[in-house]
């Protein structure tokens, strides 16, 4: 059975650099505790678009053990500025990843939506993964708040 986590925060930059952030998956690494890398031969991923991105979790916190693994994602929907949706298949499982964008006076609220499913040794560790995964997206989210509210660049980018 699939295991969803949604998580929302409101971020002060225009959607329009929310957006064009959040959806460069090589950039991810910025903000995401769990992303390692990814790599895309496209600059502006849309629909049918693919991409590669190394995935490392650590299940037992505190204890060293992690798992790496290799996802490869398509993009499924681009609705610039409004939402963004991969899904991607790994060796044992598949994760889908939605970004919705509302604006409002002085911002914008993104919400993000974490789908997957385990198989094989993955699902046993299932139990483990969950909460640790709840708390990464959460120290994502405020790491990309963070981020793009500390970057002139970025908030300004149109």
Known sequence: MPTVLTNAIEIHCTPEALYRYVSQPWRWHEWHPNSRSASSSVDILQVGDR?????????????????????????????????????????????????????????????????????????LLMPFLKSRMTEQSEIGLANLKSRLEGEDEVRNQD
């Open 51 to 123: 991409f590669d991105e190394v995935i490392e979790l650590q299940p037992l916190s505190p204890l060293p053990f992690r798992l790496r693994r290799q996802t490869r994602y398509e993009v499924i929907e681009a609705e610039q500025h409004r939402s963004w949706e991969v899904r991607g298949e790994t060796r044992d499982g598949w994760i889908n990843i939605r970004y919705e964008i509302q604006s409002f006076t002085g911002g914008a609220r993104f919400t993000r939506t974490l789908t997957y499913e385990a198989t094989g040794l993955s699902s």
